[in-house]
């Protein structure tokens, strides 16, 4: 059987580039989202009963505990509390959680309240933390909120504090699917990118805002009242 000249230089060329592209090893990049993580800056997964790199703003009522056990972030408050990361973050980041809410038998237990803080700051005073976790004290900083079913579970809102006592809405959703489900561990994801932040939720999109003047730094904090919330797995990532 004869082939042509032309027919064995495609069949030449097509095995060289076979060859070719099974030589060149492909390096998976670790990405969330199209973004890609460069190194990990903080971690805490409450295997210690330390608490030394956060900083806690509640009132100190009968009821109320902020605590490590079990390998846990235990909040359990009767009241408002925030957990802050004693260290402020900056730039392109990557934080992330796992987080439950408790309805059981507590004191406190009530299904509302999976709130954050983040790029928290105080224009008025360079230190942030002079709170005792009373929701309306936080009225006056700039900082990233976003609270899943607040209300006792009623509404589920990222908003943006302008520093002024303004409290910028920018999404609400009253959809129940947003709401929370008790003593369900929830995977939290919140990616701070060139002036874009989003949030996930067991890896769907709850939330998607591309401010025009971002917050480029500033504190994370834990954010609840009145209820019990287990945290673990905390881990923040330099993004690029």
């Avoid at 903080?42 to 056990?69: G, H, P």
């Avoid at 299904?111 to 009373?134: E, I, K, V, Y």
């Amino acid at each position: 059987m004869k082939i042509s000249i032309q027919l064995l230089f495609v069949i030449i060329l097509g095995s060289i580039i076979v060859a070719c592209k099974s030589s060149v090893k492909v390096e998976a990049k670790n990405t969330i989202e199209g973004y890609t993580i460069d190194e990990l800056l903080y971690e805490d997964n409450f295997d210690k009963v330390d608490l030394s790199q956060w900083i806690i703003e509640t009132d100190t009522l009968r009821n109320t505990a902020v605590k490590v056990d079990n390998k846990k972030l235990i909040i359990d408050v009767d009241c408002g509390a925030t957990v802050w990361l004693k260290d402020k973050l900056s730039g392109n980041v990557l934080i992330e959680y796992d987080r439950m809410v408790v309805v059981e038998n507590g004191s406190n237990d009530r299904l509302s309240d999976l709130n954050q803080f983040w790029m928290a700051n105080d224009p008025n005073n360079l230190n942030l933390f002079t709170r005792n976790g009373t929701f309306s004290q936080y009225h006056d900083l700039e900082l990233y909120y976003f609270g899943i079913g607040g209300r006792s579970n009623t509404t589920t809102r990222f908003r943006k504090y302008l520093g002024t006592g303004e409290r910028y809405l920018v999404t609400d959703h009253t959809d129940p699917q947003y709401f929370l489900k008790p003593n369900k561990t929830y995977h939290i994801k919140t990616v701070i990118y060139n002036g874009t932040t989003k949030v996930f939720i067991d890896g769907e999109e709850y939330f998607s805002y591309t401010d025009s003047a971002p917050l480029t730094s500033g504190y994370f904090g834990f954010r609840t009242t009145k209820s019990r919330h287990l945290i673990n797995n905390f881990k923040v990532y330099r993004l690029k």
